[in-house]
């Protein structure tokens, strides 16, 4: 069993738990995931690692209520215990040295954009963060995030906060103006991640994306987390999840992570959506 | 006397249009009436060919012998001086090629039904029993199994029997390997390997779920937290596929994928949350146990037709002959001689169809088995709703890849010393698919016996 030390609601739908994992939290490098079960009869689901601190011995994940699971982990309190908590599983980010960098987020996917930049950031790179998000009361995260960039640039799409309009418009102003970028790191739901790499493609710049797909174990098992990366079939949860953006088949990703919409909308108490919803 | 009757005493079984839609367990078992009077028909040879084809060797005409006699606990205790988990075996070791298909009484007419028996036993021990086994003196050596799987459950009961104190590490949150994950309730009901891991825990063998080495800890860091030898025993998880367009469209599923879903994650039971695709029409590629395990699986679950496409003919097929047998009186549609092409989508990206091409036997290949050559022109479609791939599975890379001085053949397969099961590093010892690639249970067990054996002489001499 795994007890939750903390409990913090980031906004109306995005919770952040710290979990005792000591073992984890000693090996958890950004980019990787961990795969929970909240009890017994619960699903598997995957959640990219938001932070870890090693001395504490804990792993910190955020996510969306989304789904069944996604609901019932959100009613549990500090003090309870999670059935299951694997990992780290997945490949650790290659930043490949990048020493100018910005790093989008869009939504709840900034809890995992942020230790990118965290990493970065204390290895010395520049980093720009562009955060997105729907309006001004679905922020999260911007205090840490201030801490660990040179410049923190919010948008939201109705303007309620920061500067109103998409991450894409901010990416291209940023780029437009000069700033010459050796990477970009881009994690949010699938179409924010297509239209960040379609902004990049023309500039040639280097862009990481951070999948999401259905699976199971996360070890390679079962294959159905498969993605076209470059025409060929790659696992997300071992040859991932991060692939260079420029590459990945995301229409085929997005089709894939609805396999059991259509279930889920029509048979709402025994099943959901996971993968393709908890961390878009 | 003997019983001479020339067949074996049939084995109740579900009704096939019944347990088509439940996930029952399709063989009742034998009554100890029925189980006496089939022991009876073993003519207790000196030479005792069936114990040379069992890979653990179980004392099979000194068992059989107390099962006619009626004293089934004595059956039970001489069964387990070899075989760790007789109730697992009873029910999916294929005999047939193994004990069964060494005996005597199989050169005019059917060979006793040593497996049925064994199941009676483990299954009359599990009903009658409360004993636990009694926890042997530790010796204070640890050792790690890597695997909570058929080898790595036999390896780490050996060993803890002999007085070391095992540390099974599991990367699913359940044990079991693929005796849980893989073979289904009504082949083999989950309850009764629950049991049997419950027997190891009771001879001390710590399990540890939730634990991927090669991520959350390597070999190396086992070893220093005190582990004197390891064995890996983490199966062959990697599910193959074809390469053929349409494999990416929504409903084709490894089925591994399919299933682990459907045993491990029991997305046949309501209270349960996983989700699987409510299928109507389903072709599993393949013609091995795991085939016709997706095949009954899909029926079982509500799909109306569901078709086995095998591209070699009936004989060909690698399936135990029991398997394909309640396949076919269940309703599963054989599409022999059949190749899949390409897998066809409708506009919302889901599985449509599966074009196939027929096909014909050619000269014998390297296996053995005549070659299916393709018949030019003869392509058809099926149409289907879901396409589970059952073509064979490679051992997971995790453990190799982080693992310093591990040699592995082209395949992905450990290599090991097929005498000792050691591996190309000291102290570690391999068994089960992780070396073979996919082959059975009782393989693996043996494997796992083997490593146990030879890690117990590698320790007492240190």
Known sequence: MYKILKRRQLNDTVVLMEIDAPLIAKKALAGQFIILRVDERGERMPLTIADCDREKGTVTIIFQIVGQTTMLLSQMKEGDSLADFVGPLGKATDFEGAK??????????????????????????????????????????????????????????????????F?????????????????????????????????????????LVSLNPIMIDGTGMCGGCRVTVGGETKFACVDGPDFDGHKVNFDELMKRNGTYRAKEQHDKEHCRIYGGGANA | MPNMSPTKVPMPEQEPDIRNKNFLEVAKGYTAEMAMEEASRCLNCKNKPCVSGCPVNVR??????????????????????????????????????????????????????IGRLERFCADYHMKNSTAKPEKPQSNGKKVAVIGAGPSGLTCAGDLAKKGYQVTVFEAFHTAGGVLVYGIPEFRLPKA????????????????????????????????????????????????????????????????????????????????????????????????????????????????????????????????????IHHAQQEGIIFKNLSNPVKILPDENGRVRAIE????????????GRRRPIEKQGSNFELPVDTVIMAIGTSPNPLIRSTTPGLETNKRGCLIVNEDTMQTSREGVYAGGDAVTGAATVILAMGAGKQAAKSIDEYLSDK
């Open chain 2, 60 to 113: 099979i005409p000194e068992f059989i012998e107390r099962v006619a006699k009626g004293e089934f606990e004595e059956a039970y205790d001489i069964i387990t001086t070899t075989n760790g988990l007789p109730a697992v075996c009873g029910r999916v070791c294929p005999q047939e090629n193994q004990c069964e298909g060494k005996c005597v009484r199989g050169i005019k007419g059917e060979s006793v039904s």
């Open chain 2, 356 to 367: 196939c091409v027929e096909m014909e036997l050619g000269e014998p290949d390297a296996s």
């Open chain 2, 192 to 323: 009764i390997v629950k049991k049997e891991i419950e027997n190891l825990e009771a001879l001390g063998v710590e399990i540890k779920t939730d634990m991927v080495i090669g991520k959350v800890l390597s070999i190396d860091e086992l070893f220093d937290m005190g582990y004197k030898a390891c064995f890996i025993g983490s199966g062959a998880g990697l599910p193959s596929f074809m390469n053929i367009e349409g494999e990416e469209l929504i409903g084709v599923y490894s089925a591994n994928e399919y299933l682990t879903r459907t045993n491990l994650m029991k997305a046949y039971l309501d209270d349960y949350d996983t989700p699987i695709i409510d299928s109507k029409a389903v072709a599993v590629v393949g013609g091995g146990n795991v085939a016709m395990d997706a095949a009954r699986c899909a029926k079982r679950l509500g799909a109306e037709t569901v078709y086995i496409v095998y591209r070699r003919g009936m004989e060909e097929m690698p399936a135990r002959k029991e398997e």
């Open chain 1, 100 to 165: 100018r960098v910005c790093v989008i987020g869009g939504g709840v996917g900034c809890a995992i954009a942020y230790p990118s930049a965290k990493q970065l950031y204390t290895s010395g790179a520049k980093v720009d963060v562009i955060a997105g998000f729907r309006s001004k009361d679905i922020v999260i995260l911007e205090e840490e995030f201030s801490k660990v960039c040179d410049n923190l640039y919010i948008t939201t799409d109705d303007g309620s906060y920061g500067e109103k309009g």
């Open chain 1, 167 to 207: 991450v894409t418009d901010k990416l291209k102003s940023l780029i437009e103006a000069g700033n010459q970028y050796d990477l970009a790191v881009a994690i949010g739901p699938v179409p924010m991640m297509k239209f960040v790499c379609e902004v990049t493609r023309p500039y040639g710049i280097k862009t």
